[in-house]
RNA sequence: GGGGACGUAGUUCAGCUGGUUAGAACGCUGCCCUGUCACGGCAGAGGCCGCGGGUUCGAGUCCCGUCGUCCCCGCCA
């Protein structure tokens, strides 16, 4: 159809603006067609923007041209429309809309634009399925609900903006062409077409600027920042995310709480939640024990004790101790099959023995058979339970001592430091189980916390080396500085994380600010003075230039905005996410380059083909 | 890298132990309709049942492979 133009004539209100004191005001309005509803001689038109929608009325006596071209008009067509704002009679006011109270009555009618028929509806309360609203997301996003959280997050990123600049913090942008350190997360490399053979890295985080930022004498830093990991994806992962990153010269872990939770309730204001504070401060070793996580959900009880093995039940069963102990109230109710279904929970989580008690009167348990009356009831009493409850027991089997009394049997009875994390975290998958079957996860519920003293290292199995649990530049704790060879596994970091609901949604730590200690912290860690040097000899020099005690952290942006929106997936709270196979539907990235764009690169694709014919060759030298 | 779920009309789905011409709702197209707001009425169009192979007299349905989407583990702050 013909289309009008727009010519000088400018928008007078928004969609979602009119009210009955407009009533009698010539307007002009502009926006999509939601719905058209065709009455013969009498056309209604739903007409949307980002504010809301108002119905228009067309009819030919007013204007026989508009009610021509409102007969044409179709789903999501953008339109001009100039007319007067009418009060409705009483009967047919809508209360669902808040401009139900007027309408426009058409004068004229601007067809600006067509377009095609919408792939799916926009109204559909999130039934649609993925795939179709990420390849056509233009549609997607002019749903009422990505509208809302994409403009929260921008107003969120305004109070984080002010909130940092108020305490001091200089938001100093950071290179995303920068250099490949191999530690952690897999890089995206970007080739260099000047240097040919030579790549940039997009970075994993601006780790290492922001620390140079405070050697710099910048004192407080801050950055809403893109970071870039090419690793597998999740719900709450993508391989490009967006972090708020701060460090700060000379802090105090309180002072840098301090500013990080009165951020989080401006943040939580704008949702109208007023959260706590301060936030409970929990050291590693009591989370994992307590709700077997480094990121608990303290929105609902259900605590876990490490006891060991009462007296009597030693011999009896053979299970490596610790074990662990949890008091369900009211669970004696629990049936038989809803227990055995917790059982079939723990072993999947990795928890080889699993005994439940339930705590009935005199009525003696089963599990008395096993290891005696007396272990039970003590038992029962460690878990501080009481009539009706019923006590969750989670522990790893033990190997039967070979021989009596041997100190290396005695050794196997107790759990190593890694066996232990293995029973602990099992422990939290049964506790996250229990509260969603005893619905004790309630909506509405913020619970925040900070989880500190992580150990500095974890022993790698398979590589056979001590792994920063954090990342090479944390500092361990000032008392821990004589345990950094000596006792690696015992020695704590001064890292933290925030937690909020179970999710983790931000972490830091105070940073090594020695060059000597930061040399020693790379030696447990098996990096050779050679290989430093090779990775991060910029920093170190950096380091060895008067660097500031500093420390910072940074905060999974998407995260704390899917949060604020309800939201399980950050995919909904990201304007143009991508696929769990790390693809851009919409336009079809990643995609194959052209060969001339390779040869600048001196680039060459080994292809498939091409493979199977190099190993078709190897296998005919052989 | 591994495990699980799913893939049928534009969309969301149904399709039984394999059986004749693959359905529904919404959407779409045309006609009618002056107070609708999920408008209504009548008529109609629309399908490589993801793709490839196999089993079978016969496959949307069973098997194998492959591709895609989602979730989880590994991996990753």
């Known amino acids: 159809m013909e289309l009008d133009l727009l010519g000088t004539r400018h928008r007078t209100h928004y969609c979602g603006e009119l009210r009955s004191e407009h009533a009698g005001k010539k307007v002009f309005l502009a926006g999509w067609v939601a719905r058209r509803r065709d009455l013969g001689n009498l056309i209604f038109i739903d007409l949307r923007d980002h504010t809301g929608i108002t119905q228009v009325v067309c009819r030919p006596e007013l204007s026989a041209t508009a009610h021509a071209k409102a007969e044409q008009v179709r789903s999501e067509y953008v339109l001009g429309i100039e007319g007067e704002v009418a009060l409705r009679t009483p009967e047919t006011v809508n209360k669902e809309l808040a401009t139900g109270e007027v309408e426009v009555v058409v004068r004229e009618l601007l067809v600006l634009n067509e377009a095609r028929t919408p792939p799916f509806p926009l109204d559909d309360e999130g039934r649609t399925n993925e795939e179709p609203r990420l390849r056509y997301r233009y549609i997607d996003l002019r749903r009422a609900r990505m ?126 939640v007023k959260i706590p504070r301060p936030f409970p401060i929990l050291p590693y070793d009591e989370a994992m024990e307590k709700y077997g996580s480094d990121k608990p ?129 099992a422990s939290g998958d049964v506790r996250l189980d229990l509260a969603r079957k005893l619905d004790l996860i309630k909506p509405g519920t913020w619970s925040f916390c900070w989880v500190v003293e992580f150990p500095m290292f974890e022993y790698d199995d398979k590589e056979k080396r001590y792994a920063a649990m954090h990342h090479p530049f944390t500092s361990p704790r000032e008392e821990d500085m004589d345990k950094i060879e000596s006792d690696p596994s015992a020695c704590k970091a001064r890292a933290y994380d925030l937690v909020l609901n179970g999710s983790e949604i931000g972490g830091g730590s105070i940073r090594i600010h020695r060059p000597d200690i930061q040399r020693r912290v790379f030696q447990t860690l098996s990096i050779t003075p050679e290989k430093a040097r090779e990775r991060f000899g910029f920093f170190l020099d950096a380091l060895e230039s008067g660097a500031p005690p500093h420390g910072g952290i940074a905060l999974g942006w998407d995260r704390i905005i899917a949060l604020m929106c309800s939201e399980t997936n950050i995919r909904e709270v990201i304007a143009f996410p991508k696929t769990a196979s790390a693809v851009d539907l919409m336009c079809d990235a990643p995609g194959r380059v052209d060969p001339d764009q390779l040869h600048e690169l001196e680039l060459e694709l080994k292809t498939a083909e091409s493979m199977e014919a190099v190993r078709a060759r190897l296998k005919s030298v052989e």
Do not use: N
């Open 297 to 425: 959900h303290l929105g609902f009880g259900l605590e876990w004790k490490r006891v060991p093995l009462p007296e009597g039940a030693r011999g009896k069963i053979h299970v490596s101790e610790p074990i662990k102990v949890l008091r369900v109230p009211g669970g004696a109710l629990f049936s038989r099959s809803q227990i055995d279904k917790l059982q079939e929970v723990a072993k999947s989580a990795g928890a080889d023995w699993f005994a439940s008690i339930k705590v009935a009167g005199d009525a003696v348990p089963p599990l008395a058979k096993v290891m005696g009356e007396e272990a039970v009831r003590s038992l029962i009493a460690s878990a501080g339970a009481a009539d009706g409850d019923l006590v969750v027991l989670l522990g790893l089997k033990s190997q039967p001592p070979a021989s009596e009394s041997s100190a290396a049997s005695a050794a196997a009875g107790q759990l190593s430091v890694e066996k232990l994390r293995h029973l602990d975290f």
């Open 147 to 272: 509208q809302h959280h994409l403009r929260l997050r921008h107003q969120a990123g305004l109070v984080v903006r002010e909130h940092m600049t108020d305490h001091g913090f200089v938001d100093v942008e950071t290179p995303f062409l920068t250099r490949s350190t191999p530690e952690g997360a897999r890089d995206y490399l970007v080739p260099s077409r000047v240097h040919p053979g030579h790549f940039y890295a997009l970075p994993q985080s601006p780790q290492l600027f922001k620390q140079i930022l405070m050697i710099a004498g910048f004192d407080r830093y801050f950055q809403i920042v893109r970071c870039f990991r090419d690793e597998d994806l999740r719900a709450d992962r993508q391989p490009e995310f967006t972090q708020i990153d701060i460090e700060m010269a000379f802090p105090t872990r309180e002072e840098l709480f301090g500013i990080i939770e009165d951020l989080m309730a401006k943040l939580f204001a704008l949702i109208d």
